[in-house]
């Protein structure tokens, strides 16, 4: 794993959001360092200090997002 982005790689892995082969490597690379261990458990920690926010859009941000999409589709179909 590259030294420069190994935090960055952990926030992913924990997000669920690196491939499996990221998700492969890292999870070998826990197994065998300590010191990788000690910052991903530090970084759970953080995540779920986190607060337990949900973002809803209005009704109107959805029916301007419907529209946008509706006029986009047609002008690809002409």
Same mark, same amino acid.
């Given at each position: 794993?590259?030294?420069?982005?190994?935090?960055e790689?952990?926030?992913?892995? %924990?997000? *669920?959001?690196?491939?499996?082969?990221? #998700?492969?490597? &890292?999870?070998?690379? !826990?197994?065998?360092?300590?010191l990788?261990?000690?910052?991903?458990?530090?970084?759970?920690?953080?995540?779920?200090? %986190?607060? *337990?926010?949900?973002?809803?859009?209005? #009704?109107?941000? &959805?029916?301007?997002? !419907?529209?946008?999409?509706?006029?986009?589709?047609?002008?690809?179909?002409?």
């Amino acid at each position: 794993m590259k030294q420069t982005s190994t935090s960055e790689l952990l926030v992913q892995f %924990l997000y *669920k959001e690196t491939s499996l082969a990221e #998700s492969l490597e &890292i999870a070998e690379e !826990l197994e065998n360092d300590l010191l990788l261990v000690e910052e991903f458990h530090e970084l759970q920690e953080a995540l779920h200090e %986190l607060p *337990k926010v949900q973002f809803n859009p209005s #009704s109107n941000t &959805i029916s301007r997002i !419907l529209k946008y999409s509706k006029e986009a589709t047609l002008e690809t179909l002409q």
